[in-house]
């Protein structure tokens, strides 16, 4: 019971301040980390805050004060027992979102891999066993013509043919690599079955092309050539086909009883988790074929550009495997 009224006022004010003034900053500054001790300093000014307001109720005469208690418990309490999301994209948990989804289904991801080496080792074969299904398997104009030509010209050029275009053109590569990645994932309403089509046909195109390089002797050049790009774009390429078996197996069930659309439920954040982190490698893999791949020997050495696929392939390995292990 409170006897002397300005005395308990004078002696709490001090503790009411402090309340409002790490309220106010909280509320200014949401996303701040609090250290325990601040935590527990805050905890223990809500609780004599509300003491003291439980003790003035007896005092019919302070409505003033009460209201002002009142309403500084109340944003005490808010911000103790507060269980919303912030409303500002955690970018951090965003990006954790992509490997920890893509680890969470590396059973698709290896069916996306094995279907489009199968592809890749038609493609090998058809060229091996007559060299005219190139034609067929390359619908390419600048795939026709013979390797050792190609890496002649692209050898021997003195000008920058894309002077001018490169911003237009890393735009166009993004744009149709990021349809396909989409594709691959759209196509597994069709139960899979598009997913796979999509996946070995773009298996077959890489073989024959790697094959046609390799047996004309220029290995080196297709090295140099598709590694910047490649170690990034194909692995993206897959991950969209990841998403389509995913979709794919939702829908299916395989004997799960749930209802399809809980299923569809339970997949759909990773699902955009790993399109989204794919969609962002396209990104870099477009600005990297019109800024590096498209230039060779002597304008950048062959090794040089290997090297630095290479690197890109074994960050982007422990970023998919790695990062955001608890």
């Given at each position: 019971m409170i006897i002397d009224l300005p005395r308990f006022v004078a002696a709490e004010r001090v503790y009411w301040d402090e309340l409002d003034a790490a309220l106010a900053k909280l509320e200014a500054e949401p996303e701040r980390r609090m250290p325990v001790e601040e935590i527990e300093r805050l905890h223990y000014l809500y609780e004599r805050c509300s003491s003291d307001l439980s003790r003035l109720d007896t005092f019919a005469t302070e409505p003033h004060l009460r209201t002002f208690l009142e309403s500084?418990?109340?944003r005490a309490y808010s911000v103790i027992h507060e269980t919303r999301a912030p409303g500002r994209i955690r970018w951090k948990s965003a990006a954790l979102a992509f490997p920890r989804a893509f680890r969470r289904h590396l059973g698709a991801f290896r069916l996306?891999?094995?279907?489009?080496?199968?592809?890749?080792?038609?493609?090998?074969?058809?060229?091996?066993?007559?060299?005219?299904?190139?034609?067929?398997?390359?619908?390419?104009?600048?795939?026709?013509?013979?390797?050792?030509?190609?890496?002649?010209?692209?050898?021997?050029a003195r000008q920058d043919r894309l002077k001018g275009v490169k911003a237009s053109f890393a735009a166009q590569l993004m744009t149709h690599n990021t349809q396909?990645?989409?594709?691959?994932?759209?196509?597994?309403?069709?139960?899979?079955?598009?997913?796979?089509?999509?996946?070995?046909?773009?298996?077959?195109?890489?073989?024959?092309?790697?094959?046609?390089?390799?047996?004309?002797?220029?290995?080196?050049?297709?090295?140099?050539?598709?590694?910047?790009?490649?170690?990034?774009?194909?692995?993206?390429?897959?991950?969209?086909?990841?998403?389509g078996f995913i979709l794919a197996?939702?829908?299916?069930?395989?004997?799960?009883?749930?209802?399809?659309?809980?299923?569809?439920?339970?997949?759909?954040?990773?699902?955009?988790?790993?399109?989204?982190?794919?969609?962002?490698?396209?990104?870099?893999?477009?600005?990297?074929?019109?800024?590096?791949?498209?230039?060779?020997?002597?304008?950048?050495?062959?090794?040089?550009?290997?090297?630095?696929?290479?690197?890109?392939?074994?960050?982007?390995?422990?970023?998919?495997?790695?990062?955001?292990?608890?």
């Open positions: 500084l418990v109340s996306a891999v094995a279907i489009t080496l199968l592809g890749c080792a038609f493609g090998w074969f058809a060229l091996h066993v007559d060299p005219r299904n190139k034609a067929i398997l390359m619908p390419f104009p600048g795939l026709q013509e013979p390797p050792s030509e190609r890496v002649a010209q692209e050898e021997s396909v990645t989409i594709l691959a994932l759209a196509l597994g309403v069709t139960f899979g079955v598009g997913t796979l089509i999509l996946l070995f046909y773009n298996g077959v195109i890489l073989g024959a092309v790697a094959t046609d390089y390799i047996v004309g002797g220029q290995g080196v050049f297709l090295a140099g050539w598709l590694l910047p790009h490649g170690s990034i774009e194909i692995p993206a390429i897959l991950l969209g086909g990841q998403a197996g939702a829908l299916i069930g395989w004997g799960d009883r749930t209802p399809r659309v809980v299923r569809l439920r339970a997949v759909a954040a990773d699902l955009v988790a790993i399109v989204s982190g794919a969609g962002v490698l396209l990104i870099w893999a477009g600005t990297v074929e019109a800024f590096v791949s498209q230039y060779h020997q002597p304008v950048i050495p062959y090794g040089l550009k290997i090297a630095f696929g290479l690197c890109e392939l074994v960050v982007l390995s422990f970023f998919l495997g790695w990062v955001g292990r608890e």
